[in-house]
Structure formats: C-alpha cells, structure tokens
C-alpha cells in the first residue's frame, strides 16, 4: 500500500467513499455531486492537503484539510460556491428546510479553527470496508500531519463527535491529540475539537 497525493479524476471515487463511509452526516446530505466539488477544491488548493492510501488500483482511504482553513474556504466560496448550490438542488427539494440550513452552514464555514492557535484542519478521515482495521487510518493521518508540517503548520486540529462516539475519540487520543475544548452547535449536538502541537511530536 502508499500513500500518495490524490489526483483530480478521483473526485468521483473520493465522493462515493466518502457518502458510504459517513451515512446521515451533515455533508453526506448534501449530495454526492457536492462532494465531489469538495474533494475537487481539497485536491486543486495550495491551501490544501489531500491523500489517499491505494493497494494497486484500489483507493482505500482517504484524508483531506486545509492548512490554511480561513483562506482555503474562502477561496473555495469564490471558486466552487455557484456549483455547490447547484449540486445541492436535488436535496433542497426533496427537504428543502434542513437542506437548506445545512447548505448555508457548509458556505459560510471557516474552519472552527481553536481561539488561541492557528493550524492545520483534518476535514476528513475515511476507509473503505475493506481496508478497516488494517491501520489505514494511522497511517493517512500521521501522512497528513506530516505534510502539514512540512508546509510550515505548528498544529492540527479536527472536530468530532463527543456523543455516542467513543472509538474515534479514542483513536484520535492515540493517535496523539488533545482534547482542545467543545463546540456546541444548533439542535444540541457536541463536537469534541482536539488538537496536536506539531513540534512537540518531533521533540519527543
């Protein structure tokens, strides 16, 4: 298996592994063809990291954030904003006001990047089914960590669910996160914000 920078021809693969892996998410609900636009944006911004972890032909992971949140989601906005509202159309119609609401939190989202510290965003972190348990995920993310730091990040960060999620809070925990603070959002759910100090893993 490697590990390698995704290519923009794997947009439409990125999205299907995205919509199976995370069913019902904020994103997911959007549309494949939003997703698409998102991992088309991830792939073609300086701002951006995207890898995916391949086994032959086979894409098995994939992990993708901006290094800069603020600046790659404005620019995204600029670039992508009129296909993204479009791409959306077929879910406004069927539930237009949650769709709706959902859109207009993904258009105007910056990144909740931590008050104190600037860095690094995993956006997003999935395997497929036949990957799982094999270690993908470790490995995307220390490949993440490391071209982030690379590309002058002190930090990382990403949100969570804190609720009903305890696997992956616990896998981000080994995988060296902090527990930064919690993010209360509309309609009562509670994200978990983790961070990790990227100059502290290399000393130690």
């Given at each position: 298996?490697?590990?390698?920078p ?7 693969v990125l999205?299907?592994?995205h ?10 609900s ?8 998102l991992y ?8 951006a990291?995207?890898l995916?972890?391949?086994d ?14 603020r600046?790659?989601?404005?620019g ?10 479009f791409?959306a ?9 949650p769709?709706?609401?959902?859109l ?21 972190v ?18 993440f ?9 002190r ?10 999620n305890?696997?992956?809070?616990a ?10 603070s ?8 509670v ?5 990790k ?8």
């Amino acid at each position: 298996m490697v590990i390698r920078p995704a290519r923009l021809d794997e947009a439409t693969v990125l999205a299907r592994l995205h919509r199976e892996s995370f069913p019902g998410f904020f994103l997911t609900s959007l549309g494949e063809p939003f997703l698409r636009h998102l991992y088309r944006g991830f792939i073609s911004s300086p701002e951006a990291v995207c890898l995916v972890a391949e086994d032959g032909s086979t894409l098995l992971g994939v992990v993708a954030g901006p290094v800069r949140p603020r600046e790659f989601f404005r620019g995204l906005l600029y670039a992508r904003g009129v296909y993204f509202a479009f791409s959306a159309i077929p879910g406004l119609l069927r539930r237009p006001g949650p769709v709706a609401r959902r859109l207009l939190a993904a258009l105007t989202y910056r990144g909740e990047a931590p008050a104190a510290v600037s860095g690094a965003l995993v956006s997003t972190v999935c395997v497929a089914p036949a990957g799982r348990g094999s270690g993908i995920a470790v490995r995307l993310l220390e490949a993440f960590c490391d071209e982030a730091r690379r590309r002058g990040a002190r930090y990382v960060y990403l949100t969570t669910d804190r609720d009903e999620n305890a696997g992956v809070n616990a896998f981000y925990t080994r995988a060296g996160f902090r527990l930064e603070s919690e993010i209360r959002r509309d309609g009562g759910r509670v994200m978990n914000r983790y961070l990790k100090d990227l100059q502290a893993h290399v000393e130690h």
